[in-house]
T-cell receptor, first 114, second 112 residues
């Protein structure tokens, strides 16, 4: 158990819909990262937040947005969903800025768009 | 952007065999890390390397930070069925904030 909690674990929805994925980082961790893992593909970095502020942006579509709240939990919003958005979405957390690369991953939210 | 090329993409081996995989880049990285993703779970850190030429072991796993700082290697000795999973290399550059770049992964399958 990494200490990172993601909900929901599974989500099935239709094209054009909007979903919200939720992540609670490990206790005390200030940074939250979102990654997308499509079938048979690697981990694509989407976005990072540190203590409520956006710190880095990767290959995140304009239809996607995220935020980190004062209690440090984060939400990833996916809108106007397309079939290609079906993937595993991972949240990860790390303890501080200037850290040495260890990320603690949640178990992921599997999104299926039909 | 930065890319890490990981090979092989997949391996199907017999239990007891040794495994080698590598990760290469056209860019220099200051830190190399190896993660493992068990089926149905998130990746977990196996080994972190912080200096060029560094060789670090974690049980049956040994990883090396390439001397050019553009590559890294992971070896698994005497594989067992629970080694099954996807192994990801990841690189960190000091001047790239906290952005970890991941390789595409090596899917390892072990036949008992």
């Amino acid at each position: 158990d990494s200490g990172v909690t993601q909900t929901p674990k599974h989500l099935i929805t239709a094209t054009g819909q909007r979903v919200t994925l939720r992540c609670s980082p490990r206790s005390g961790d200030l940074s939250v990262y979102w990654y997308q893992q499509s079938l048979d593909q690697g981990l694509q970095f989407l976005i990072q937040y540190y203590n409520g502020e956006e710190r880095a942006k990767g290959n995140i579509l304009e239809r996607f947005s995220a935020q980190q709240f004062p209690d440090l939990h984060s939400e990833l919003n996916l809108s106007s969903l397309e079939l290609g958005d079906s993937a595993l979405y991972f949240c990860a957390s790390s303890p501080r800025q200037g850290w040495t690369g260890e990320l603690f991953f949640g178990e992921g939210s599997r999104l299926t768009v039909l | 952007g930065q890319q890490l090329n990981q090979s092989p993409q997949s391996m199907f081996i017999q239990e007891g065999e040794d495994v080698s995989m590598n990760c290469t880049s056209s860019s220099i990285f200051n830190t190399w890390l190896w993660y493992k993703q068990d089926p149905g779970e998130g990746p977990v850190l196996l080994i972190a390397l912080y200096k060029a030429g560094e060789l670090t072991s974690n049980g049956r796993l040994t990883a090396q930070f390439g001397t050019t700082r553009k590559d890294s290697f992971l070896n698994i000795s005497a594989s067992i069925p629970s080694d099954v999973g996807i192994y990801f290399c990841a690189g960190l550059r000091n001047n790239a904030g906290n952005m970890l770049t991941f390789g595409g992964g090596t899917r390892l399958m072990v036949k008992p």
